[in-house]
């Protein structure tokens, strides 16, 4: 498949001699005219006309011969303008022995490709002609190819940022699914607080970091009073409800370096940083207070006529020396504050 466009190739011949112009074009087309057009003009303006119709036609000019010597614009002046217009058609000037000074200018005004003195030589016009024929052809093919190479790599660059944008939204979205799901590990499905595991890691943490700066750590055990009853009373869909509006009163109470989570069923665990016991103890006090105010739906179908919880309050160093121990001193704090009547604070110790 050939890599020129459509059109056959056209070989112009200018003279104001109607014999020569005659000659030109039976030798040439008796050679080329199966693969060209042969046109002829006997003047500059003539040969500029039809140069202008087979560009407006956008028929490819492959070859000019011009005559030196012609009225009105010489044969110089014509392929400068044939040159200026279109760079890639091949230019021969034919011209006698007294016009190499004719020569010299065309080769460097207008980019004369070859010359041939009258009178000519035929195997030598033809020779000439083919030569320039396979120039302006590799011209062609050259143009179209650094054509096609260019829309390729614009094509290619396309592709390329489309890729890249995919690439960044994946990316991005990948980024946002793991952090949903480093998220959802640690979090429990119902209240949106930390889960168990997440509870004992981060209590790890903040007992070491207490114990390396000497501050006091304090942890809050709390359980809902008569929640079994008020499930088996209201159903399970209810029971849900108090235990994400108790998460919601623990979380707005919360200093921002404390944290809350859901140590399992109704029980809740508040870690509370730098805070000595006794500080603890009237937070502790604060919270309960907040609960049993809440205006809970169904309320009535508990003793007491409200929603309460009970909460054991044990600090670090002061009632355990170590994260485990700790847990273990705030929840017997919590079951004496359970066992001494519920809706209270027990502290541990």
């Given at each position: 498949?050939?890599?020129?466009?459509?059109?056959?190739?056209?070989?112009?011949?200018?003279?104001?001699?109607?014999?020569?112009?005659?000659?030109?074009?039976?030798?040439?087309?008796?050679?080329?005219?199966?693969?060209?057009?042969?046109?002829?003009?006997?003047?500059?303006?003539?040969?500029?006309?039809?140069?202008?119709?087979?560009?407006?036609?956008?028929?490819?000019?492959?070859?000019?011969?011009?005559?030196?010597?012609?009225?009105?614009?010489?044969?110089?002046?014509?392929?400068?303008?044939?040159?200026?217009?279109?760079?890639?058609?091949?230019?021969?000037?034919?011209?006698?022995?007294?016009?190499?000074?004719?020569?010299?200018?065309?080769?460097?005004?207008?980019?004369?490709?070859?010359?041939?003195?009258?009178?000519?030589?035929?195997?030598?016009?033809?020779?000439?002609?083919?030569?320039?024929?396979?120039?302006?052809?590799?011209?062609?093919?050259?143009?179209?190819?650094?054509?096609?190479?260019?829309?390729?790599?614009?094509?290619?660059?396309?592709?390329?940022?489309?890729?890249?944008?995919?690439?960044?939204?994946?990316?991005?979205?990948?980024?946002?699914?793991?952090?949903?799901?480093?998220?959802?590990?640690?979090?429990?499905?119902?209240?949106g607080l930390y889960n168990h595991r997440h509870f004992h890691e981060r209590?790890?943490?903040?007992?070491?970091?207490?114990?390396?700066?000497?501050?006091?750590?304090?942890?809050?055990?709390?359980?809902?009073?008569?929640?079994?009853?008020?499930?088996?009373?209201?159903?399970?869909?209810?029971?849900?409800?108090?235990?994400?509006?108790?998460?919601?009163?623990?979380?707005?109470?919360?200093?921002?370096?404390?944290?809350?989570?859901?140590?399992?069923?109704?029980?809740?665990?508040?870690?509370?940083?730098?805070?000595?016991?006794?500080?603890?103890?009237?937070?502790?006090?604060?919270?309960?207070?907040?609960?049993?105010?809440?205006?809970?739906?169904?309320?009535?179908?508990?003793?007491?006529?409200?929603?309460?919880?009970?909460?054991?309050?044990?600090?670090?160093?002061?009632?355990?020396?170590?994260?485990?121990?700790?847990?273990?001193?705030?929840?017997?704090?919590?079951?004496?504050?359970?066992?001494?009547?519920?809706?209270?604070?027990?502290?541990?110790?």
């Amino acid at each position: 498949m050939s890599l020129l466009p459509e059109g056959r190739e056209h070989i112009l011949c200018v003279d104001d001699e109607e014999g020569i112009l005659n000659a030109l074009r039976q030798q040439l087309g008796a050679r080329f005219g199966e693969e060209c057009e042969i046109e002829v003009a006997q003047s500059a303006g003539d040969a500029l006309e039809l140069m202008d119709e087979l560009e407006k036609d956008g028929e490819p000019l492959a070859v000019v011969i011009a005559d030196q010597i012609m009225p009105g614009m010489k044969g110089v002046e014509l392929l400068e303008e044939v040159h200026r217009r279109s760079p890639g058609t091949t230019k021969i000037l034919l011209t006698g022995q007294a016009g190499l000074d004719a020569v010299v200018a065309a080769i460097n005004r207008a980019g004369l490709n070859h010359y041939i003195p009258k009178p000519w030589d035929e195997p030598d016009l033809r020779l000439a002609v083919e030569n320039l024929l396979r120039q302006f052809r590799l011209h062609r093919e050259n143009k179209q190819l650094v054509s096609d190479l260019n829309a390729r790599n614009r094509e290619l660059h396309f592709m390329n940022q489309v890729l890249e944008q995919k690439v960044d939204e994946r990316t991005r979205e990948l980024a946002e699914a793991n952090a949903r799901l480093a998220q959802m590990a640690v979090t429990d499905g119902l209240t949106g607080l930390y889960n168990h595991r997440h509870f004992h890691e981060r209590l790890a943490l903040e007992v070491e970091r207490s114990g390396r700066n000497g501050l006091p750590l304090a942890l809050f055990m709390i359980d809902v009073d008569h929640f079994k009853r008020y499930n088996d009373c209201n159903g399970h869909p209810a029971g849900d409800d108090v235990l994400r509006q108790v998460a919601k009163l623990l979380v707005e109470g919360r200093r921002a370096n404390d944290f809350c989570a859901r140590y399992g069923g109704e029980e809740f665990a508040v870690v509370l940083v730098d805070t000595p016991k006794l500080t603890a103890a009237h937070v502790a006090e604060k919270l309960r207070q907040r609960i049993a105010d809440f205006p809970f739906p169904r309320f009535d179908t508990v003793p007491g006529g409200r929603i309460t919880v009970s909460i054991g309050v044990a600090a670090f160093p002061d009632d355990a020396g170590d994260a485990e121990a700790l847990v273990r001193s705030a929840d017997a704090a919590l079951y004496r504050a359970k066992s001494g009547g519920r809706d209270c604070v027990a502290l541990a110790g």
